[in-house]
């Protein structure tokens, strides 16, 4: 959070979840732009993990409470479940508590 003036500006965080089209596998990753992050991720010239399996689509994107160092904790816990079963569920609710944040739901930003 930085200050100017007399207002306090804060980015927002969220959780995203894709899914490959091609293989049904799962992505968890934190920004503050979903919708750049999901380009990104179908479009980057890079070879990454994320390039093998396109095309992505959203599955599901929470809102994190907090600032940026939650959002990486939250995604971190997420990914070392490394469980479909824990994501499929954490993907039918509107908010999930974990240990470090509460995520809540964004639904206009899901397929």
Known sequence: MRK????YFCKMYFIYILESELNASYYVGYT???QRRLS????SLHLSYTAKFRPWKIKAVFEIVGDVSVAM??????KKQKSRSF???ICKK???QLPMAQLVRVPHMRD
Not at 4 to 7: A, E, K, R, V
Not at 40 to 43: L, V
Not at 73 to 78: L, V
Request: net charge negative.
């Open 94 to 96: 509107n908010t999930v």
């Open 4 to 7: 100017q003036g007399f207002f």
């Open 73 to 78: 904790k939250a995604e971190k816990f997420i």
């Open 87 to 89: 994501i499929d569920a």
């Open 40 to 43: 990104d991720h179908n479009n």
């Open 32 to 34: 503050n732009d979903v």
